[in-house]
């Protein structure tokens, strides 16, 4: 596989710091099932405890989960105002610090952060940022901060989908969903948003990099083939009766699902790039739009349950 370079994508690192605010109080928790799944299958894998490192933090919405369990946590990301929002609220770890949050690119890790000595990182995660990594510089710069047997954890959420079993004239409200998706905001998605979309399937990994330098080659080497693992929940919409999506909603208000979307990258460029059209009252607002359509096809109902398929991708480094 050839090298993928996402497209750069500045919508979050333009940020002022009452957008990271915002945009923090919108983001959902990652769920229990997927924060034990990334810890059990960390452990299972011969990692530890000791020391986390989340990358592309943003506000620190999947760190917050994590870095109780550690006795050592640091998160980064290149969004300033990112990190502001992050530290206003910092997570205490399990030894009683707080976790430590630093502006730094994936790339740029071992320059950035001097605190975190080479070999001394038991996980790295990437919650919904891989996608946005110039991955051969970011696989170079986890191989010499992991210990042997360290993990990289990353994962992301794919399409959105209603519970087929709750929601009155389900088709309909789908294809409302299907429509905004594939259609009204799809101009408006980069690489990194597409790469997410497909659940990391053409993500590129440490063993499928041909092209890097010969410094980086040989980092990427440090990673086990072998002991890769991917593991999808509720891909494809899939749900069984009496369940609920891993990564979900439940009882929903229509108001609450429109904000939890507009986080979404591509939403932001479709509400800037329509901004003149919508103060005219031309246009309506995308996610209004659906909000709409779902509440006429549900009969009046404002309320929702559903959510999105969600990948984690587990890497490993080689034991020494």
């Not at 229990?32 to 919405?61: A, F, M, Q, R």
């Not at 709750?166 to 799809?186: R, S």
Request: aromatic share 8%; with cysteine.
């Amino acid at each position: 596989m050839s090298t993928t370079t996402p497209d750069k994508d500045n919508t979050f690192r333009k940020y002022a710091p009452e957008d990271a605010a915002r945009y923090a109080s919108f983001r959902i928790p990652y769920p229990p099932k997927l924060i034990n799944t990334i810890i059990s299958t960390h452990e299972s894998t011969g990692g530890h405890l000791t020391t986390l490192l989340d990358v592309g933090c943003g506000p620190g919405t999947a760190t917050h989960s994590l870095a109780p369990l550690f006795t050592n946590a640091y998160g980064a990301d290149p969004g300033a105002a990112m990190i502001e929002a992050a530290q206003k609220d910092a997570p205490i770890t399990a030894s009683g610090a707080p976790v430590r949050f630093f502006v730094s690119t994936a790339e740029d890790l071992l320059t950035s952060i001097p605190e975190i000595k080479p070999g001394s990182v038991d996980l790295i995660t990437a919650a919904t940022a891989a996608h946005w990594f110039k991955l051969p510089g970011f696989y170079a710069a986890a191989a010499e901060l992991l210990k042997p047997g360290g993990s990289i954890a990353m994962w992301c959420t794919g399409p959105q989908y209603c519970d087929p079993y709750t929601t009155p004239n389900v088709a309909a409200v789908q294809a409302a969903i299907d429509m905004l998706q594939e259609e009204v905001i799809a101009p408006f998605e980069v690489e990194g948003n597409r790469l997410c979309h497909d659940l990391y399937a053409k993500l590129d990994l440490p063993w499928t990099i041909k092209d890097a330098d010969a410094k980086t080659q040989a980092a990427l080497d440090d990673f086990d083939e072998g002991a890769f693992q991917r593991i999808a929940f509720n891909e494809g919409g899939e749900l069984e009766p009496g369940q609920e999506f891993v990564r979900g909603m439940k009882h929903a208000s229509l108001e609450m699902l429109k904000k939890v979307s507009g986080t979404a990258s591509p939403v932001q460029r479709w509400r800037e790039a329509h901004k003149e059209q919508m103060e005219k009252g031309e246009v309506e607002d995308c996610l209004d739009r659906m909000a709409r359509v779902i509440k006429e096809a549900m009969g009046g109902r404002d309320w929702i349950d559903g959510g999105t398929s969600l990948v984690l991708l587990v890497i490993k480094k080689k034991d020494a």
